[in-house]
């Protein structure tokens, strides 16, 4: 049958890209900064070449620390932003530059100052600022004394992080969410990274999942905690703030037809994705994650009013990245992919990046629509593109047409997901600017479609240059997604 529906985004719609303070600021011990879980971690091929450091070593932990040097670039490249037409930049707060130990009484004035001055150069351009409160990292100290969010004091300390901010930005940022991919904690690596739990006696991330199930449901549920109660707090503070979650979507589609592959393809649906954003979304724990819990022996030790704060602690909207889908199935010798944080089974219809992941367009059609079905409040995609290495011309051009036909195809499924009635409000594709990689570490696997000159051992003038993308992407802008 023809198609004959008219693809377009609506008026409105908002475009831009995605960053997280960790990866993109430098300046880790500046203005009174304190070490955060991110500093304290290696570079590595692969996530599982990672280690925690007990302390920081110089030339030892990547020079993350470094990053981009966006602390003192910002004005730079939020122009090469605005030049490129962005509507909405997402952007993390660096937890330890408000408060550097996270149990501090008093927030560290200048770190506030920073992205006073950030939020102003993106107004100066009309750039909304959309802000993750925490990504991927919290103040070591936290690790330290109190084991991270395993502790729920941890949620008493995010809430006054969270007030401050609210109180502190009220006139400048609208749009703000509370975690980055929730839903990562109790996954590999997920305890250490978004949970600040170190791995007994163990410091290679790769061995940073708690094997506590305990330990690690219950850190989710103090985030659960903290994030209804931060939703709460901030609709108190400014009534038209739109707070969200995130979440790694991971879309796992049956190997085969076979009921059992069908089956656990949506069991993984449920406790990989939905449990979180039923939280979240619904303000309840959905009834297959009470299941799980009691299957598992796993008691969430909740206080007499968890159920009400969760329940006055819904979200606005649901944002979610986008990479990639695996496949799962009941037949355990199946071949891996590497890949993304998820891992699961090769599809032998998709091509992979260089790092593994599964590269599927139409899979972001049918997660929005997976998502939007059951929700039905607005969504935002805010990570979505391609990890690659970039190569210099002579010329110092950079014609990365992977990037571009990756993400085109890409866009070209939120437009049939917007024709299928998914209220999508934005889309922010991860690394605008090229940063430090999350899984490894790594300054090679770029996202951006600002080349930035800096490579793997912290060489580089940080100079940066307009990628083959970066005029492509501004036409994309300039003509709300008609011209692709
Ligand atoms: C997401 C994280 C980001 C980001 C992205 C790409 O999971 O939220 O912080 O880095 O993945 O991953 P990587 O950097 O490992 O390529």
């Known amino acids: 049958m023809k198609n004959t529906t008219q693809l377009r985004f609506p008026q409105g719609f908002l475009w831009g ?64 932003f605005a030049e490129m037409g962005f509507k909405v930049f997402r952007m993390s707060i660096a937890w330890t530059r408000i408060f550097p130990n996270g149990d501090d009484v008093q927030p560290n004035e200048q ?24 990504h991927y990292e919290a103040p070591i100290h936290l690790t330290q004394k109190y084991n991270g969010w395993s502790d729920r004091r941890v949620v008493d300390f995010y809430v006054r992080y969270c007030e401050v ?10 749009y703000w969410l509370t975690f980055n991919e929730i839903n990562i904690l109790t996954l590999p690596f997920g305890a250490f990274m978004a ?18 199930e305990q330990i690690l449901y219950q850190a989710l549920h103090h985030q659960f905690i903290a994030s209804a109660k931060a939703v709460k707090l901030g609709h108190e503070i400014n009534k038209d703030f739109k707070i969200g979650c995130m979440i790694a979507y991971m879309c796992s589609y049956p190997l085969t037809c076979r009921p059992d592959d069908i089956l656990l393809a949506q069991q993984k649906d449920n406790l990989s994705n939905f449990l979180c954003s039923d939280v979240q979304v619904r303000g309840a724990y959905p009834g297959f ?53 998820s891992m699961g089974l090769k599809n032998p219809y998709l091509q992979a990046s260089a790092w593994e992941w ?22 935002m995609v805010v990570e979505n593109g391609l990890g690659a290495v970039d190569t210099v011309e002579e010329d110092g051009s950079i014609n990365d047409d992977y990037r571009i036909d990756y993400l085109k195809q890409h866009i070209e499924q939120m437009k049939e997901a917007i024709a299928d009635g998914v209220d999508l409000i934005g889309y922010t594709p991860w690394g605008c600017i090229d940063l430090v990689s999350a899984g ?11 080349y930035v000159d ?31």
């Not at 996530?47 to 003192?72: C, K, M, Q, W």
């Not at 490894?440 to 600002?450: A, L, P, S």
């Not at 912290?458 to 008609?482: C, D, M, P, Q």
């Open 17 to 80: 890209g995605a960053t997280a303070a960790n990866q993109l600021e430098g300046g880790y011990n500046e203005e009174g900064k304190g070490l955060s879980t991110a500093d304290m971690l290696t570079a590595g091929t692969h996530t599982t070449s990672r280690r925690i450091t007990p302390v920081l070593e110089e030339g030892v932990n990547y020079p993350s620390h470094e990053a981009i040097d966006f602390f003192h670039r910002y004005q730079e490249d939020i122009r090469l």
């Open 111 to 134: 770190g506030l100052q920073f992205y006073d001055r950030v939020f102003a150069e993106l107004k100066k351009y009309n750039i909304e600022p959309l802000v993750t409160i925490s």
């Open 165 to 174: 901010l609210f109180n502190r930005y009220k006139d400048v940022v609208k």
């Open 195 to 212: 949970g600040a739990i170190m791995p007994e006696g163990n410091e290679e991330l790769a061995h940073a999942t708690v094997k506590d």
């Open 289 to 341: 994650a009470k299941r799980y819990f009691r299957d598992h022996n796993i008691q969430i030790e909740m206080q007499d009013d968890d159920e009400r704060i969760l329940k006055e602690g819904c979200v606005d909207f649901y944002t979610f990245s986008y990479y990639s889908s695996t496949c799962v199935s009941a037949d355990p010798n199946q071949e891996k992919v590497g890949g993304n944080l």
């Open 358 to 379: 599964q590269i599927d367009p139409e899979g972001l059609r049918w997660s929005l629509n997976n998502i939007y079905n059951r929700y039905e409040i607005p969504l």
């Open 440 to 450: 490894t570490g790594e300054m090679k696997k770029r996202y951006g479609f600002i």
């Open 454 to 484: 800096k490579d793997n051992e912290g060489n580089g003038t940080l100079a940066r240059s307009r990628k083959k993308s970066f005029h492509w992407y501004k036409k994309v802008i300039e003509t709300n997604g008609e011209q692709l």
